[in-house]
């Protein structure tokens, strides 16, 4: 257990829809990663978040958005969903010294 | 840009047997992190062994160590008396530790020991 959590575990929805993906950072950590894994691929960094601000953006659709609350949880928010979102989204997180990352159970979205 | 790549798609070991795995990567920049993380079939993702560009000295973690040659660029992971639970995707990664923070990961290499 890395101390990450995220919720829900799966998320079944229609195309066109909109979600929310949660994720609760370990405990002492103020950086957040989102990640998306298509079958059997590799990751793509999706954004990051330092103590409720953006600090970094990767291949982040303009229909995905995200943010970072006071308490330094995490959603990430897909809206007018494809076919082709159906993947596995992870959410990371790390500490202030070290940088590397502890990463949640994942989230496995498919869109019907 | 930033660029890391693992060139071995499957591999396979015997069980007790050592493996290793290549990564190499592309970058200017001279402060760093590299990483080996795991990916079992419960697709839950494991940190395994990191390195800092700074060390010289290659990390190692139990059955697992690292071969870090800085000037090749290269950043191989060996595992040492294989078991059946190192059945895996293993995925290297690459941070730079200044400007923007982004992880950047290779494509895996997906390993499976023998019984």
């Known amino acids: 257990d890395s101390g990450v959590t995220q919720t829900p575990k799966h998320l079944i929805t229609a195309t066109g829809q909109r979600v929310t993906l949660r994720c609760s950072p370990r405990s002492g950590d103020l950086s957040v990663y989102w990640y998306q894994q298509s079958l059997d691929q590799g990751l793509q960094f999706l954004i990051q978040y330092y103590n409720g601000e953006e600090r970094a953006k990767g291949n982040i659709l303009e229909r995905f958005s995200a943010q970072q609350f006071p308490d330094l949880h995490s959603e990430l928010n897909l809206s007018s969903l494809e076919l082709g979102d159906s993947a596995l989204y992870f959410c990371?997180?790390?500490?202030?010294?070290?940088?590397?990352?502890?990463f949640g159970p994942g989230t496995r979205l498919t869109v019907t | 840009a930033q660029t890391v790549t693992q060139s071995q798609p499957e591999m396979s070991v015997q069980e007790a047997e050592t493996v290793t795995l290549s990564c190499t990567y592309d970058?200017?920049?001279?402060?760093?992190?590299l990483f080996w993380y795991k990916q079992p079939p419960s697709r839950q993702m494991i940190l395994v062994i990191r390195?800092?560009?700074?060390?010289?000295q290659n990390a190692t973690e139990n059955r697992f160590s690292v071969n870090f040659q800085k000037a090749a660029k290269s950043f191989s992971l060996k595992i040492s008396d294989s078991q059946l639970g190192d059945t895996a995707m293993y995925f290297c990664a690459f941070m730079k530790t200044s400007g923007t923070y982004k992880y950047i990961f290779g494509t895996g290499t997906r390993l499976k020991v023998l019984a």
């Open positions: 390195q800092e560009a700074y060390k010289q």
């Open positions: 970058t200017s920049e001279n402060n760093y992190y």
């Open positions: 990371a997180s790390s500490p202030p010294v070290g940088y590397e990352q502890y």
